[in-house]
């Protein structure tokens, strides 16, 4: 069964503190990993598409990588506005000529002046 | 460029009644899917439609529809609430959606664009 898990459920920083999340699937057929940032209150917001093992993308604080089982998203030296949501989300293929996304629990992010 | 819009905000409703959400996509976007959030469950898929065709569903009830316009403007109706169904319904829009391979074979920059969301309390 298609799964994705994300760890650790909260992260609490202090600013400054560089960290990373994981985000693990198990897929059949990926056609790509995406991570979305959500703050309370709003819908998730769109940060990176990965599709291959290797990958990498950059934004201002934030890195993501992707390797054949997991992604990472890096988060190097924190701010408070960083604190929200990080979801990840698998765009697989589905049984039958659509692909399927499947979303990940989430990981609560809070950083710390 | 206008986001994606959803309305209503926030819902109240009772156990048995029904509800229609709507959701406006960002012009040009032919592509809706709706998701379901709630705190124990996290982000799951309901459906998507694209050219006014549903062509992929999650493991919903048959008490969760939808439909698309010709606009693309999508409504979602959930028949018989229960107290389950209380959660934060969003929508997403996109110009190809959840199926690259219907556009050439390559999802070359393919993301979703999010609503705010519906909150649903069914009472």
């Known amino acids: 069964e298609d799964q994705v898990t994300q760890s650790p459920e909260a992260l609490r920083l202090q600013e400054g503190e560089s960290s990373s999340l994981n985000c693990s699937y198990t897929v059949s057929g990926l056609r790509g990993l995406f991570w979305y940032r959500q703050d309370p209150g709003k819908g998730p917001e769109f940060l990176f598409t990965l599709y291959s093992a290797g990958e990498e993308k950059e934004k201002e604080r934030l890195k993501a990588t992707l390797t054949k089982k997991e992604s990472f998203l890096h988060i190097t030296a924190p701010k408070p506005e960083d604190s929200a949501t990080y979801l990840c989300a698998v765009l697989s293929e589905g049984e039958t000529s659509y692909d399927k996304v499947i979303f990940g629990p989430g990981t609560s992010l809070s950083v710390i002046p | 460029k206008a986001g994606v819009t959803q309305t209503p905000r926030y819902l109240i409703k009772t156990r048995g009644q029904q509800v229609t959400l709507s959701c406006s996509p960002i012009s040009g976007h032919r592509s809706v899917s709706w998701y379901q959030q709630t705190p124990g469950q996290g982000l799951q898929f309901l459906f998507e439609?694209?050219?006014?065709?549903?062509?992929n569903k999650g493991n919903f009830p048959g008490r969760f529809s939808g439909r698309q316009f010709s606009n693309s403007r999508s409504e979602m109706n959930v028949s018989t609430l229960e107290l389950g169904d209380s959660a934060l319904y969003l929508c997403a829009s996109s110009s190809t959606g959840l199926s690259p391979l219907m556009v050439g074979g390559t999802a070359t920059n393919e993301k979703l664009f999010f609503g705010s969301g519906t909150q649903l309390s069914v009472l």
């Open positions: 439609y694209f050219s006014e065709t549903q062509r």
